[in-house]
């Protein structure tokens, strides 16, 4: 059964740092793009940085380019989301997800005072 399952979620304050981990079961990881998204109360769902399968190319929304940095371990079939500089605005449950295959439940991030 494909699974993917996010960490590394929390409460941290404004200009504050954390770290996402998606860790992928049950599937060929390193055959698979992979997807960050996020949902903040009452939005709709984002993407917010892609990185395709040998991780040599990556994507970001225009909101966290400069701050997010996506990347993967394929040999550990582990998924990174680093998230430095957040903003109350990046307040989100933040998805990793694999097209077709599998989706996170998500891991809550709030950036707040």
């Known amino acids: 059964q494909p699974q993917l399952v996010e960490s590394g979620g929390g409460l941290v304050q404004p200009g504050g740092s954390l770290r996402l981990s998606c860790v992928a079961s049950?599937?060929?990881?390193?055959?698979?793009?992979l997807n960050w998204y996020r949902q903040a109360p009452g939005k709709g769902r984002e993407l917010v940085a892609a990185?395709?399968?040998?991780?040599?190319?990556?994507i970001y929304a225009d909101s966290v380019k400069g701050r997010f940095t996506i990347s993967r371990d394929n040999a550990e079939s582990t998924a990174y989301l680093e998230m430095n500089s957040l903003k109350s605005e990046d307040t989100a449950v933040y998805y990793c997800?694999?097209?077709?295959?599998?989706r996170g439940q998500g891991t809550q991030v709030t950036v707040s005072s």
């Open positions: 997800d694999v097209a077709h295959v599998a």
């Open positions: 049950g599937f060929t990881f390193s055959a698979y793009a």
């Open positions: 990185i395709t399968s040998s991780a040599d190319n990556t």
